[in-house]
T-cell receptor, first 114, second 117 residues
């Protein structure tokens, strides 16, 4: 158990809909990262938050947005969903001393868009 | 920009045989390098990492990797494969963080390891 909690584990929805994925980082970790894993693209970095503020952006679509709340949990919002958004979405957190480089991953939220 | 290339999307070995998973990276700064393992329906678990110091690093479950700057490689090895090693393996790179916020990892596309008896 990495200590990173993601909900829901599975989600099935229709094209055009909007969903929210939730992540609670390990106790004490201030940074949260979101990744998308798909068969064709592999693991793609989407976005990072540190202590409530956006820190870095990767290949995140404009239809996607995220935020980190004062209690440090984070949400990833996916809107106007398309079939190609079907993927496994991972959240990760990094230790307070971020220079070690290691990320701790949750078990992911599997999104299926029909 | 940093990138990672994992040579071979699938590797098959017999139980007891040597495991070699290849990873090459591109980075304009001294990299941090990682190997993660993903078992079915689970998240990614850190196997080992190289940050600074000794270039041969040992990880969990008998795996090790060697950082070779001249070859820009960080191949993962295990002397004797076990059935339980069957999983997907990811190589990743990042740059040293300038502060405690940390930096994102850039992953390779992964290598699926199959182990037969």
């Amino acid at each position: 158990d990495s200590g990173v909690t993601q909900t829901p584990k599975h989600l099935i929805t229709a094209t055009g809909q909007r969903v929210t994925l939730r992540c609670s980082p390990r106790s004490g970790d201030l940074s949260v990262y979101w990744y998308q894993q798909s068969l064709d693209q592999g693991l793609q970095f989407l976005i990072q938050y540190y202590n409530g503020e956006e820190r870095a952006k990767g290949n995140i679509l404009e239809r996607f947005s995220a935020q980190q709340f004062p209690d440090l949990h984070s949400e990833l919002n996916l809107s106007s969903l398309e079939l190609g958004d079907s993927a496994l979405y991972f959240c990760a957190s990094s230790p307070r001393t971020g220079r070690t480089g290691e990320l701790f991953f949750g078990e992911g939220s599997r999104l299926t868009v029909l | 920009a940093q990138s990672v290339t994992q040579l071979g999307s699938h590797v098959s070995v017999s139980e007891g045989a040597l495991v070699l998973l290849r990873c090459n990276y591109s980075s304009s700064v001294p990299p941090y390098l990682f190997w993660y393992v993903q078992y079915p329906n689970q998240g990614l678990q850190l196997l080992l990492k190289y940050t600074t110091g000794a270039t041969l690093v040992k990880g969990i479950n008998g795996f090790e990797a060697e950082f070779k700057k001249s070859e820009t490689s960080f191949h993962l090895t295990k002397p004797s494969a076990h059935m339980s090693d069957a999983a997907e393996y990811f190589c990743a790179v990042s740059s040293p963080a300038s502060n405690q916020a940390g930096t994102a990892l850039i992953f390779g596309k992964g290598t699926t390891l199959s182990v037969s008896s």
